[in-house]
């Protein structure tokens, strides 16, 4: 792409003399509103206090701009987007694997393990594996899966009901809303 000076131009912040509104709301450092003045002015009190005018909202009526040291002000943006990004959990999918021979403290072990994922917030897939002739009982296997469900209905709600693929028949749970 080749970078024209139009191009350039809106990758540049809006500050000091790049605000082009006829009228703005200008807030002093303090906090405090200094009422709806031209850019010109705005600029004038700013560069008096040797800081910078800064374009905060376009969205407003009129829009709003604040003196700040803009260095500063970028860094605290950043901060608080490092701060949000921190905060936030992404739910990943954690699979449970198991037989339809399952014995009872195999089952008991699948069940605990499920119930971990999902408290840490987690969705869990509920697989049931068949080797050989043993997919003929996939009728035992989705018996399987709905006595999982039921075991975690307290945690979990069901988002895939048990249906096969290939030689696997598999279940989706998502942790309840709170």
Same mark, same amino acid.
């Given at each position: 792409?080749?970078?024209?000076?139009?191009? #350039?131009?809106?990758?540049?912040?809006?500050?000091?003399?790049?605000?082009?509104?006829?009228?703005?709301?200008?807030?002093?450092?303090? $906090? /405090? =509103?200094?009422?709806?003045?031209?850019?010109?002015? *705005?600029?004038?009190?700013?560069?008096?206090?040797?800081?910078?005018?800064?374009?905060?909202?376009?969205?407003?009526?009129?829009?709003?701009?604040?003196?700040?040291?803009? $260095?500063?002000?970028?860094?605290? =943006?950043?901060?608080?987007?490092?701060? *949000?990004?921190?905060? =936030? %959990?992404?739910? !990943?999918?954690?699979?449970?694997?198991? &037989?339809?021979?399952?014995?009872? %403290? !195999?089952?008991?072990? &699948?069940?605990?393990? /499920?119930?971990?994922?999902?408290?840490? $917030? !987690?969705?869990?897939?509920?697989?049931?594996?068949? &080797?050989? #002739?043993?997919?003929?009982? /996939?009728?035992?296997?989705?018996?399987?899966?709905? #006595?999982?469900? %039921?075991?975690?209905?307290?945690?979990?709600?069901?988002?895939?009901?048990?249906? #096969?693929?290939?030689?696997?028949?598999?279940?989706?749970?998502?942790?309840?809303?709170?």
């Amino acid at each position: 792409m080749v970078l024209t000076k139009k191009n #350039r131009n809106r990758d540049l912040p809006t500050i000091n003399e790049r605000i082009r509104f006829p009228e703005i709301r200008v807030i002093d450092t303090d $906090g /405090a =509103q200094l009422g709806i003045m031209p850019p010109s002015e *705005a600029l004038r009190i700013a560069e008096d206090k040797d800081l910078d005018l800064v374009l905060v909202s376009d969205k407003a009526n009129p829009p709003v701009c604040r003196v700040v040291d803009y $260095g500063k002000y970028k860094f605290e =943006q950043e901060k608080k987007a490092r701060e *949000a990004r921190k905060k =936030q %959990h992404t739910s !990943d999918v954690k699979e449970v694997k198991m &037989r339809y021979k399952i014995e009872e %403290h !195999d089952y008991n072990v &699948r069940v605990n393990q /499920a119930e971990r994922f999902l408290k840490s $917030g !987690d969705k869990v897939k509920a697989t049931v594996m068949f &080797r050989g #002739r043993e997919i003929q009982h /996939a009728d035992l296997a989705e018996v399987l899966l709905k #006595r999982l469900a %039921h075991d975690l209905q307290e945690l979990a709600e069901v988002q895939q009901t048990p249906k #096969r693929e290939g030689r696997n028949m598999m279940m989706m749970l998502s942790p309840k809303k709170v």
